[in-house]
């Protein structure tokens, strides 16, 4: 499967049970990124994709649910125990530091490998940075 | 008689006189010289009469926040059951610069920290997820100093298992700010702020390096970020409510405090406001122990209002701490305290003096953070998009988070 995430400077990704940030254009792209497969959410997650054209696929136990070809948008779960179904990561850099108590927990930068980059503009963030890393 | 003893005094005057000047085919020396001056002189009066339209637009603002703050008092008052003359709404009576038994024991003001804890917990959402940290406690019902532990490394503390002490009554889904007098120490007070789309700038900070707060002190470590100690730091960042070198929001804080401590918070109140258009309820209160001039920090609560709390709810304690540098908090006055340093504090300024304000030219970056001066090579491979030329002290970029290049070193 492949996870999707946002990550601060430090890999932050939540503070005080809420997500860090948030951008539209993100949302955007993730949904051009798995370009009509199945996304798997859990429950804090599903309002991002409120607006989105098909519906995600929401449950508690979206990672221990998921196919090899699907696509798991993480925002406030450990994924290090699934991390041998993992085959490919999306990581969005919001590129600011945020407050943070819950850290992304997989050493992506020694694990995988970084295999394309794309910087571009947020709708409230300056430049986000996608990477996607590989096995 | 000196034609000054004539001259105009109302814009239109100017302008009539300009003209009348205009329009003599030849001008003598001396009225070549009146005709400039009066020129001068039309030109600030225009200024200023810009500059009091602001004022008094953003007063109207300040107004309709005072008369929220009011509210907020009246209902602290009832709720402490505390014995107060003043029946009706009037402007807030703010304790400016706290000190740290004002918290304790509960004085009451519309920013007051210390409200009943069944409102708090009552403005208070649910985790809005389950599995990050652990459950919530019980919240108390207000703050003190002494439930902050030492500073061990994190910038921040959270207070309150992360609740703010709003009440309901604080709560408002109109955008305004509100800001303290100054007390009679020249000390910042509470700041609080409803924050909408419609508070936040739309243009550049400008200058802020004509403000000096109390405690003030320009001193350079080798081992400070930026090398400067303390920054101006705005209680409520500007990018939350655009307001700049206003000296009811600007305090002396460290270098860590700003961007480690406070920047954090706000860039996350930033982003949630930008993206869903909702309202943050802030208030960002300086903490002073007795009569220091130095607050030991910061205080941030916010609490998102139209979705109770769902998208942002934070109570945080923020340090005017510096790793390895030792603080007098009652001057500002600060030395070395870590294990190495190449070289002894560089006092550039007299605690006294007037603020050492140079103006230079230099090329921002505004992408990466870093300055220039014109001729570095860098801003030859610097995008036009995020360039940006700036006229101005270095001190007061700096203080806006840029950082000098280390090619050119300006």
Redesign the interface.
């Known amino acids: 499967m492949t996870v999707i995430v946002c990550l601060d400077n430090a890999n932050g990704m939540m503070f005080n049970h809420r997500r860090q940030s948030r951008d539209a254009n993100v949302i955007r792209d993730i949904l051009e990124t798995i370009d009509g497969a199945s996304l798997l959410v859990s429950p804090y997650s599903e309002p991002l994709f409120s607006q989105a054209e098909y519906r995600v696929s929401v449950s508690d136990s979206f990672l221990a649910d998921a196919g090899a070809g699907d696509y798991c948008f993480v925002e406030n779960t450990s994924v290090a125990e699934f991390k041998e179904k993992i085959s490919k990561l999306v990581i969005y850099k919001w590129n600011r530091d945020y407050p943070a108590d819950f850290y992304f927990d997989i050493d992506y930068a020694n694990d995988y490998k970084l295999d394309t980059t794309l910087d571009f503009c947020g709708t409230s963030h300056e430049k986000i940075t996608k990477e996607v890393y590989v096995r | 008689m000196s034609f000054f003893s004539k001259k105009p005094k109302s814009i239109a005057d100017f302008e009539k006189e300009i003209e009348k000047l205009r329009q003599k085919k030849k001008l003598s020396a001396r009225n070549s010289e009146r005709l400039e001056e009066y020129e001068k002189q039309l030109s600030s009066l225009k200024t200023a009469e810009e500059a009091e339209q602001k004022k008094k637009a953003r007063q109207k603002k300040i107004a309709i926040g005072s008369i929220a703050a009011s509210l907020a008092l009246v209902t602290c008052i009832i709720i402490a059951g505390c014995i107060s003359e003043r029946g009706t709404v009037e402007p807030p009576e703010v304790s400016p610069g706290y000190t740290i038994s004002d918290f304790s024991t509960g004085t009451t003001t519309p920013s007051d920290t210390s409200v009943d804890s069944s409102s708090s917990s009552e403005a208070s959402a649910p985790?809005?997820?389950?599995?990050?940290?652990a459950p919530a406690k019980e919240s108390n019902s207000s703050f003190s100093i002494s439930e902050v532990p030492a500073y061990s490394g994190s910038p921040?503390a959270?207070i309150n298992n992360?609740i703010p002490y709003f009440t309901e009554s604080d709560y408002t889904t109109s955008s305004y700010e509100y800001y303290s007098d100054l007390d009679s120490l020249g000390r910042c007070g509470v700041c609080m702020a409803s924050i909408g789309k419609d508070l936040m700038p739309t243009e550049e900070r400008g200058s802020i390096g004509s403000v000096k707060p109390t405690g003030w002190r320009t001193v350079k470590y080798d081992n400070v970020d930026g090398k400067y100690l303390y920054n101006r730091c705005h209680l409520i960042g500007y990018q939350l409510s655009g307001e700049n070198a206003n000296t009811k929001n600007l305090i002396t804080g460290t270098r860590y405090l700003n961007?480690?401590g406070m920047?954090?918070?706000e860039?996350?109140v930033?982003?949630?406001v930008?993206?869903t258009g909702n309202h943050i309820l802030y208030r960002s209160t300086p903490i002073f122990e007795g009569n220091n001039l130095l607050a030991s920090g910061v205080l941030l609560e916010a609490y998102s209002v139209e979705d109770k709390g769902?998208?942002?709810?934070?109570n945080?304690y923020c340090y005017n701490v510096q790793p390895d540098i030792s603080i007098d908090y009652a001057t500002g006055d600060s030395s070395f305290a870590g294990a190495q340093q190449t070289e002894p504090p560089k006092q550039t300024e007299q605690p006294n003096s007037p603020v050492q304000n140079v103006e230079s030219t230099y090329i921002l970056n505004?992408?990466t953070k870093k300055f220039h001066y014109p001729s570095c090579s860098s801003v030859k491979q610097m995008s036009d998009k995020n360039k940006q030329t700036y006229t101005g002290s270095r001190d007061d970029l700096i203080s806006q988070g840029y950082d000098p290049c280390k090619k050119c070193n300006p």
């Open positions: 985790p809005a997820t389950s599995n990050a940290t921040y959270v992360n961007i480690q920047l954090p918070f860039n996350m930033a982003d949630y930008k993206e769902e998208g942002i709810c934070f945080v505004t992408n």
